[in-house]
């Protein structure tokens, strides 16, 4: 999982057994944000959000 705002990388991290995972010390309406999924033996995905408080992007399929 990587974390991008306006095209330059700000985080990383992995998903815990479940899939799941967060990025913390955002700023609360710091705006767009990409995040790009890759694991091994899938294609890599990005999706955009914009950051309110807190964001849910639901479920990601690879």
């Given at each position: 999982m990587t974390l991008s705002k306006e095209g330059s990388k700000i985080?990383?991290?992995?998903?815990d057994i479940y899939g799941d995972f967060k990025f913390d010390k955002l700023e609360d309406g710091s705006g767009s944000y990409s995040v790009e999924i890759a694991a091994s033996g899938h294609d890599s995905?990005?999706?955009?959000?914009e950051l309110?408080?807190?964001?849910?992007?639901?479920?990601i399929r690879l």
């Open positions: 985080a990383e991290t992995v998903t995905k990005t999706v955009s959000a309110g408080e807190s964001i849910y992007l639901g479920e």
